[in-house]
């Protein structure tokens, strides 16, 4: 089975280049919501973000590796 994953290499996906500007406005709108409940300061709100790219940089280099691409 062939799909999104067999023309692209997900391994490059930096997490470090994340920041808050480059998150789409309205994702970040309702993320300053639950993150101000949270109480999370900015720093801590792009350690999420970036955390979140990590793991979905993972899971798709895992994919692609479980599809033989």
Do not use: T, W
């Amino acid at each position: 089975m062939q799909g999104h994953f067999s023309h692209r290499n997900y391994s490059n996906i930096r997490p470090e280049a994340v920041s808050l500007d480059k998150v789409l406005p309205d994702r970040r709108a309702l993320d300053a919501v639950v993150f101000e409940v949270l109480g999370l300061s900015k720093a801590e709100q792009l350690e999420v973000y970036r955390a979140v790219v990590e793991l979905v940089r993972k899971r798709l280099v895992k994919a692609q590796s479980v599809l033989g691409s």
